[in-house]
């Protein structure tokens, strides 16, 4: 039997680019969860994270054109889904908008993980949108105080007391709701 | 009894929650992390404090939610229609010292073509960038593709000219969504002139407009319909517009005549989608469909050369009033599809024109960093005059109220 090996991420980006909606496709099957992950996490609404990759998805074949092939594809895609979300949730707070549900749908594994996950999935979207999200990109995303900073216009100092805040706050919810 | 290697003030002192979230994370260092790693032995609570830390941060990472099925469908099925999105460049995990600029999503880059002004719409923009060719699969991308607006808004009193999306940064400070009332509206016929002006004086022939406001139902709902046409203006373009009758949400939308090539266009709004067609006449084309969706947060959305009407009849306008609307484009192309317009009131006047003598509410109306100046009718809400700078050295075009219903 002949195994004919899958695409790699760099190929399935290059026939992206040049308008392959079947590579699209298979890249959105590869990185949506995560993009979908890292959307939810930040946002606290399943409805705004699907919104969120939609737009990442419709925009990514002219997005990679500027893929540079530094680093994984999936971690590109997740950085680029955190500015997206971070421009969306900027642009609503300043209408005013607070999303429309903050329940979580958490993949399960168990009951006992099920329920672990849907706690911290309600501390962490009942968390304000400023110290959520230095949590989401720092204890999650992975991103440094100093690029937290950049991506939200504040001190490094105010990054590193927001999460510290963070922490304390979700450590309060989540001993409250056992 | 104490041991002597453990120095007092460590016993006695705990690392701040700053510190310990620094170790926690990986980041303390030098003199700060060895005395948290002194501190942690002798102390259960800071102990349980990294560990939390540690725990949920890594429980946050393991949540995880299925993406929709139905999302890569809508993007497949928006792709092929031909939309387009740009996303954000900035990476500051590739440049950390770099601030990236403030911007809003930027859905879409500005259209191509600078427009002829009409007499109150759309806005110039000296800024637009150009990239009709990107788009393709069955887009009308080139360059007769008829954005909204032109020299066909004629009767927009507010500009209905849509160049893609978001501005760069917000012509000012982001307002609440105004407060609509649609059942403020009174049915009826309006006419309107708009002339040309340099230096103030008209420079050239007055063009004549109407605006018909009727009340209707669609769908079974109460809606206003609203007809703007132009008389004697060479592309003879006439739209009809449905609008909801409380609320004023564009329900559907036909426009004939449109630019050059008598485009008529046919448009939709359901929910948060505009779905309908465009097809040239002149020369026949086959109908080209459109299929946007419309983005929850731009809203309240308006459409169409009579909607400025319909508004400023629905909202209570006072000293320190201002307001948003998104007004929509053709959508054809994935830059025309809205743009925002700010309007602020900045000042009382009393206006004459050839219907009469008003005291008015004065505003500037702003989108893509272009001004207009709007006289509103402090009695109900009526537009009596606009005055549009259209160009430099002088030029400018007014619009005014000559005849209203009784």
């Not at chain 2, 009767?155 to 105004?178: D, F, H, I, K, M």
């Amino acid at each position: 039997m002949r195994v004919i090996p899958l695409p790699s991420d760099a190929e399935l980006a290059a026939q992206t680019r040049r308008g392959d909606q079947d590579a699209l496709a298979a890249l959105y099957e590869r990185h949506a969860a995560a993009a979908m992950a890292a959307a939810y996490r930040l946002t606290g609404s399943a409805h705004d994270a699907e919104d969120v990759l939609h737009d990442v998805f419709l925009g990514l074949p002219e997005a990679l054109q500027r893929y540079e092939e530094r680093g994984t594809l999936g971690a590109w895609i997740r950085r680029l889904t955190v500015r997206v979300t971070l421009n969306r949730m900027r642009a609503e707070r300043r209408r005013g908008e607070v999303p429309l549900d903050a329940a979580p749908e958490p993949a399960l594994r168990s009951e006992a993980d099920a329920l672990a996950a849907a706690a911290l999935g309600g501390a962490l979207a009942s968390l304000p949108y400023t110290l959520r999200a230095v949590f989401v990109l720092k204890a999650v995303e992975g991103y440094s105080h100093a690029e937290i900073a950049a991506l939200l216009e504040i001190s490094v100092a105010a990054s590193e007391a927001r999460l510290s805040r963070a922490v304390k706050a979700l450590h309060r919810l989540l001993r409250s709701s056992r | 009894m104490i041991a002597p290697s453990i120095p007092l003030l460590t016993r006695f002192t705990h690392p701040t929650a700053r510190t310990l979230q620094r170790y926690a994370d990986g980041d303390a260092v030098g003199r700060d992390r060895a005395r948290v790693i002194r501190h942690l032995p002798s102390c259960q609570r800071c102990r349980d404090r990294v560990a939390f830390s540690r725990d949920v941060a890594a429980a946050a990472r393991a949540l995880t939610a299925p993406p929709p099925r139905e999302t890569l469908a809508r993007v497949l099925a928006e792709r092929a229609l031909g939309e387009r999105l740009i996303l954000p460049a900035d990476d500051p995990k590739a440049s950390a010292a770099r601030r990236p600029r403030r911007s809003v999503l930027t859905v879409g880059l500005a259209a191509a073509s600078a427009l002829a002004i009409g007499f109150l719409g759309p806005f110039r923009s000296a800024t637009w960038d150009d990239a009709p060719s990107r788009e393709g699969n069955g887009a009308i991308a080139d360059d007769s593709a008829p954005v909204a607006g032109g020299a066909f808004t004629l009767l927009g009193l507010l500009p209905s000219a849509a160049y893609a999306q978001e501005p760069t940064a917000p012509s000012v400070a982001e307002p609440r969504p105004p407060l609509i009332n649609g059942r403020r509206v009174r049915p009826g016929r309006w006419e309107f002139t708009v002339t040309p002006l340099k230096d103030g004086r008209p420079s050239g022939p007055a063009e004549r407009g109407t605006i018909v406001v009727e009340s209707t139902t669609y769908l079974g709902a109460p809606a206003w319909r609203a007809r703007d046409a132009w008389l004697g203006h060479p592309e003879d373009m006439d739209e009809t517009t449905v609008f909801d009758a409380g609320s004023l949400r564009p329900l559907h939308r036909l426009a004939r005549n449109v630019s050059y090539s008598k485009f008529t266009v046919e448009q939709h709004f359901v929910g948060d989608t505009l779905v309908g067609s465009m097809q040239a006449t002149k020369p026949p084309r086959p109908a080209q469909r459109l299929a946007r969706r419309l983005p929850r947060g731009a809203r309240p959305y308006g459409a169409g050369d009579a909607f400025g009407l319909l508004f400023f009849q629905s909202v209570l306008l006072h000293p320190a009033w201002q307001g948003r609307v998104s007004m929509l484009g053709w959508g054809a192309v994935a830059n025309d599809l809205y743009y925002p317009v700010d309007m602020r009131v900045d000042g009382e006047e009393t206006v004459t024109v050839p219907a009469g003598s008003f005291a008015c509410w004065r505003l500037t109306v702003t989108a893509r960093g272009h001004r207009k100046r709007l006289w509103v009718r402090k009695a109900d809400g009526t537009p009596i005059r606009t005055r549009d700078p259209s160009g430099g050295g002088g030029a400018s075009d007014e619009v005014v109220l000559v005849a209203e219903p009784r």
